[in-house]
């Protein structure tokens, strides 16, 4: 598949863009190098690039994007939206109404205050859980990403990892001396690390289920003990769901049938993003009202935003989380998830390619490796360039996939057996020039 004007973007595009990306995620640095593809049109579960090649795409722009691209609903919403004046710098309606649907769905929240991004919301519950606690340090684990700011870009994963740098030169000492990072699935670490540090611990902060090392459940009894230990050491639970409210059901981890115990894994603050913008700029967090009530204007933890709340995003979020209302619509990207995965391992297995596959509903991830992947070292532990020849065998047959390791596939409301067939033999394909 030839994209020369891809490659001429991407000439231009590092003359005036740093790395010629605007997410280092987006790069291929991690897969061999070279331009990134250009898109220029999405529609449902299909891109279109500067070349005029199609994909199908199991991107999803990183999550947000459920119901495949240019879902008439969402567009619709938009577009009313931009005719009503794109940002008032005032209250409106439609933020009580995407409020009160994340209330519904996500019943640890009494009170809710939106943002612009994924980091913004984390950033914000861990000012709100030191303000409320009166303590500096967080404890977060080993290749959970949670957005760019400095507190959570320690031992980072995602994009951070992929591209080697745990640590991002420009966060202080005294800044990363305040994070302490244990590994996911190991209670006994993270019991230590609150006993170490006994009356010093804000908050403790993770993804109920992973997304950023791949797709990885937390092992039974894992987020109760969580719960139980961090508020027996008088620290609060903050779960970053940027990425899995609203991605496996209707609701969040906290609320998930795959997890038992609900009342014992609920945590005091929530952080949310990507899926609930329906694909414009959107974050959210909230807790227990007598946490958030610490929050300005009401309280003395300081948090604001021009962009905050606007009618643009709260429109386009509402419009999406209708859709994934809709009967039977996580029940056929589970279905479609399963013959996709079931697929592709029985055709690396005849292509004698060593996979795990970790599947969670209508998201999964792929690691080149024959052990199972339940924490950050074992994600790291797998074949990278086995991956990249997989991702660059994928791209050429038409099939778009995040260029790392560690990113998820994402099943859309817009894919279809069709999508699936095609995905298979293109899997085969590819399986088959890697040995
Ligand atoms: N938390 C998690 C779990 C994420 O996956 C991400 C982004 N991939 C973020 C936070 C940051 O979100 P954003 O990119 O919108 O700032």
Redesign the pocket.
């Known amino acids: 598949m030839n994209r020369p004007n891809s490659e001429r973007l991407y000439a231009e595009a590092l003359e005036h863009i740093v790395g010629g990306v605007n ?1 280092p ?1 987006r790069s291929f640095k991690a897969v061999g190098g070279g331009a990134p593809v250009f898109m220029q049109q999405g529609q449902g579960s299909r891109f279109r690039d500067v070349d005029g090649n199609e994909y199908i795409d199991y991107l999803a722009a ?2 947000p994007i459920i119901t495949g691209h240019a879902h008439p609903h969402i567009t619709e919403a938009i577009v009313r939206a931009a005719q009503n004046g794109i940002l008032y710098g005032t209250p409106t309606e439609l933020e009580i109404k995407l409020a009160k649907m994340l209330k519904d769905a996500i019943p640890s929240m009494d009170k809710v205050r939106f943002v612009n ?6 950033m914000s519950t861990i000012r709100v859980a030191r303000a409320y606690t009166n303590r500096s340090k967080i404890i977060k684990f080993a290749g ?5 700011s400095d507190l959570v870009l320690v031992a980072a994963g ?2 951070p990892s992929t591209l080697g740098i745990p640590d991002s030169a420009g966060v202080p000492a005294s800044i990363a001396q305040e994070v302490i990072t244990v590994p996911f699935n190991d209670l006994p670490s993270l019991e230590e690390a609150l006993h170490r540090w006994e009356g010093q611990i804000a908050a403790v902060m993770v ?1 109920p289920i992973v ?2 090392f791949g797709m990885v459940m937390p092992a039974p009894g894992f987020l109760e003990g969580l719960c139980k230990l961090t508020h027996d050491h008088g620290a609060l639970v903050i779960y ?5 409210a609203f991605r496996f059901h209707y609701g969040s981890a906290q609320t998930f049938a795959e997890l038992d115990n609900h009342d014992a894994i609920m945590p005091d603050l929530t ?1 949310l ?2 899926i609930l913008g329906g694909g414009l ?1 959107i ?1 959210a967090y909230g807790g227990r009202k007598h946490v958030m009530d610490q929050v300005a204007p009401l309280g003395p933890a300081y948090q604001a935003g021009t962009m905050a709340g606007n009618p643009a995003s709260v429109s386009a979020g509402i419009a999406c989380l209708e859709v994934l209302q809709g009967e039977g619509v996580y029940e056929e990207m589970n279905r479609l998830a399963i013959r996709l995965t079931d697929g592709i391992a029985e055709s690396a297995r005849r292509r004698g390619v060593p996979l795990t596959i970790n599947r969670i509903r209508g998201s999964f991830s792929t690691h080149f490796c024959d052990h199972p992947v339940t924490n950050y070292d074992q994600a790291q532990d797998t074949d990278g360039e086995a991956f990249a020849a997989f991702f660059r065998g994928m791209l050429d047959r038409g099939i778009c996939l995040a260029p790392s390791k560690y990113e998820a596939w994402f099943l859309t409301t817009a894919h279809t057996d069709a999508d699936i067939d095609a995905t298979l033999a293109a899997a085969d394909e590819t399986f088959k020039s890697m040995r």
Do not use: L
């Open positions: 997410s995620s990183y999550g991004s994924g980091t913004e919301a984390v959970c990403y949670h957005g760019h995602s994009g993804e997304g950023n970053d769901e940027v990425i899995t952080a993003g990507k700029p974050g």
